[in-house]
């Protein structure tokens, strides 16, 4: 057999005792085979591939079902999860009673049984997410593998032991300098958002290195925190890069997250559902087809009329606890304009700057939009905090509502 030229050995494998070896080649395409393979493919936004197949099927029941149909299905889910609320109301108590106050007050509004419920009901699997929700997530060592996301695992660049190690003579190098910067708006602008969590408990202080030592043990960390401007906001940012605790987190997850991208699919495929006189049709991800009428309620002009929102979840990570024992690795650094000096403070939520306060959060951000795709037929997506609802402009008021209610009845809003 002649081997092509510009062939490449891609594996030889010679027999033990023997003059005989076994050799794979890989041979080029030629430059017509390339484009005929090239026609094969299809471009990512023509297809559904990024949407889960539990959102397609919404869409479909939309259009098969109904606004009226959607409607009371909503109506009931709503009143079952409200007499579920008021049944666990004791056991929620419980719980809130049993939570250090500080941690407590943040937490006051979160419903962590009815969650836990309606998580259940819509199959998601995850089951740290009540450890977590409770307990605090974890700012170091290695991440849990979520089944909300694509197992993707990453090992940390040091272990939590040489950071530790290293404790000390990071803490006396980071309090050396201090938070101010050149721009006194931008210093108050961070202290002015300081205060604001102060107030409702997401940091606590603030205290000398003395009492740090004697709250958290010696090896505690500091990050500092800087300023961003954001357009006419200053968004405050602490630095665990610098403080090594981002370096001793691994990762468990691929963020799957589409943005602008799966906005457009999404919009697109809600279009396309309808492009053959009144029938309706959606392909999943298995080959299988849905197919059926639209529904009689529906006209072919107003089926073709989208609207779309975003939702953004207040405060987004300071909603979620740090687990106390990660606390050694959360204490922030800040300059306040008003004494003029750099103060220390325990934060008891994410900080917007720890590596694992993005996996965290998204686990609970993909849990809700999952329950109000599977249990209330909402048709949304999110981006860490942002959700983007798509509906039709007949029951763009009735979705919104829909979604709003949701986070509330959760204690998210």
Known sequence: LAVPRHAIILDIHVKEGSDVADVSFGVYHSHQEFLEEAFK?????????????????????????????????RELVFAHYEARRAALEVEEL?????????????????????F??????????????????????????????????????????????????????????????????????????????????????SLTGPFSPAQLKSKLGPLFLVSKRFGVKQGERTRPIDDLAASLVNACFAKANH???????????????????LSNGRRVELTLSSGRKLSGVLHSSWTEEAA??????????ANA???????????????????????????????QVLPFGAASSVYIFNRYARAIQRIGVRLLSLIWIHFFDDYAQLSWQAEVDKAQATAEGLCDLLGWC
């Not at 009329?305 to 953004?312: F, I, N, S």
């Not at 024992?325 to 220390?344: C, H, K, R, Y």
């Open 41 to 73: 493919l299809s471009h990512p936004f023509d297809g559904t591939a990024s949407l889960q197949d539990d959102l397609l099927e919404v869409v479909f029941e939309h259009l098969t079902e109904g606004m009226e149909f959607i409607g009371q299905k």
């Open 94 to 114: 419980r719980i809130h009673e049993q939570m250090r106050p500080e941690r407590e007050k943040i937490m006051r509004e979160k419903r962590f049984l009815l």
């Open 116 to 201: 836990f419920e309606m998580c259940e009901d819509a199959g998601i699997k995850d089951t740290q997410l009540r450890q977590d929700y409770i307990s605090g997530g974890a700012l170091v060592g290695k991440a849990y593998e979520s089944p909300l996301f694509e197992a993707k695992h990453a090992d940390a660049r040091m272990s939590v032991e040489q950071v530790m190690k290293s404790a000390k003579w990071l803490q006396k190098v980071a309090m050396a300098s201090t938070c101010k910067s050149k721009d006194p708006e931008v210093d108050a602008a961070v202290w002015a958002e300081t205060k604001n969590e102060i107030q409702n408990g």
């Open 255 to 273: 963020l799957d997250l589409g943005g602008v991208d799966e906005v457009a699919i999404l919009a697109r495929t809600m279009l396309e559902a």
């Open 304 to 313: 073709r009329k989208l609207t779309g929102r975003t939702l953004d979840l």
């Open 317 to 347: 990570y300071k909603q979620l606890l740090v687990s106390l024992a990660s606390q050694w690795a959360a204490v922030i650094m800040v300059f306040n304009p008003e004494t003029g000096a750099d103060e220390l403070y325990v934060s």
